[in-house]
């Protein structure tokens, strides 16, 4: 059993940053990637960035690498999700997810076993 706990969300004018934080407790020996997904009002979820527990080998949308990083910490067990030059259109509710094994495509969210809450990012003009 795995458990996962997302914080840092909030709001901030476009052009801000925030770095978002995802804590793993419980079994996290069993989890071989994780990822950030993100769901905007209206929206069906989409994948982020994907980042392996023990490589640190990480995998972005296309059009968000320019802007957001993700790395891990396996000391801490966090994965941490730091967004630049945050546009409007980034504004969604944010969602930490664990897979145990690795599937293709990553930003499918089926392929995940473990979700945390989520925490909201609001990017205002």
């Known amino acids: 059993q795995v458990q996962l706990r997302e914080s840092g969300g909030g709001s901030v004018q476009a052009g801000g940053s925030l770095r978002l934080s995802c804590t793993i407790s419980?079994?996290?020996?069993?989890?071989?990637?994780l990822a950030w997904f993100r769901q905007p009002p209206g929206k069906e979820r989409e994948g982020v960035a994907t980042?392996?527990?023990?490589?640190?080998?990480?995998y972005y949308a296309g059009s968000l690498k320019a802007r957001f990083r993700i790395s891990r910490d396996n000391a801490e067990n966090t994965v941490d999700l730091q967004m630049s030059n945050l546009q409007p259109e980034d504004t969604a509710m944010y969602y930490c997810a664990a897979a145990l094994t690795w599937a293709t495509p990553w930003y499918r969210h089926t392929n995940y076993n473990y979700w945390g809450q989520g925490t909201q990012v609001t990017v205002s003009s």
């Open positions: 980042v392996t527990f023990r490589s640190g080998s990480s």
């Open positions: 419980g079994d996290t020996n069993t989890i071989y990637h």
